[in-house]
T-cell receptor, first 114, second 109 residues
Framework: IAGITQAPTSQILAAGRRMTLRCTQD?????MYWYRQDLGLGLRLIHY???????GKGEVPDGYSVSRANTDDFPLTLASAVPSQTSVYFC?????????????FGPGTRLTVL | GQNIDQPTEMTATEGAIVQINCTYQ??????LFWYQQHAGEAPTFLSY????GLEEKGRFSSFLSRSKGYSYLLLKELQMKDSASYLC??????????FGAGTTVTVRA
């Protein structure tokens, strides 16, 4: 693989169910991010990780959790999904410390919570 | 926090020029990015400005004025494939990006 992969591509989920969105990168970037994208609101940061073993909260963290056990993987978990979490979720990675810290995005996961 | 504003929509004719403005207010600044996003796809990097002035890359140019909190993306010789959303994003001192809501550009024949 090259770049960032996300799984699943799309998912329909019943409210109250637990769901983990997967993200894997093979660029050995130290930083990874999860965003949600909603019409009219743009991309909003949910959680981030600057290096393996550390995570931080973004702008809209409530209802989501993340872990960063290694450099490559950064799963996002919805413990008990609610309809307001219906969105397109993008994972991204970057090399913090590079001159301009470009973020590379995965293809996205379209999640519908009913 | 960050406040980033850009127009919601713009329409232009094939072969024309379009300028997308972005204004921002930030608590820290480490550069400004422009991303392109086609419908149903991931954002892809277009440009980065950290110093004042114009950066040119083929048909696309990006300008930054840090003192005014202002940037624009200039798309020249528009092609149908340029129909997409264009996202302005500001990098803060901790390298996190804050995005504007995006500008949807429609190119008409």
């Amino acid at each position: 693989i090259a770049g960032i992969t996300q799984a699943p591509t799309s998912q329909i989920l019943a409210a109250g169910r637990r769901m983990t969105l997967r993200c894997t990168q093979d660029m050995r970037h130290n930083a990874m991010y999860w965003y949600r994208q909603d019409l009219g609101l743009g991309l909003r940061l949910i959680h981030y990780s600057n290096t393996a073993g550390t995570t931080g909260k973004g702008e809209v963290p409530d209802g989501y959790s993340v872990s960063r056990a290694n450099t490559d993987d950064f799963p996002l978990t919805l413990a008990s999904a609610v309809p307001s979490q219906t969105s397109v979720y993008f994972c991204a990675s970057s090399e913090v410390g590079d001159p301009y810290n470009e973020q590379f995005f995965g293809p996205g996961t379209r999640l519908t919570v009913l | 926090g960050q406040n980033i504003d850009q127009p919601t929509e713009m329409t232009a004719t094939e072969g024309a020029i379009v300028q997308i403005n972005c204004t921002y207010q930030t608590s820290g600044f480490n550069g400004l990015f422009w991303y392109q996003q086609h419908a149903g796809e991931a954002p892809t990097f277009l440009s980065y400005n950290v110093l004042d002035g114009l950066e040119e890359k083929g048909r696309f140019s990006s300008f930054l004025s840090r003192s005014k909190g202002y940037s624009y993306l200039l798309l020249k010789e528009l092609q149908m494939k340029d129909s997409a959303s264009y996202l302005c994003a500001v990098s803060s001192n901790d390298y996190k990006l804050s995005f504007g809501a995006g500008t949807t550009v429609t190119v008409r024949a």
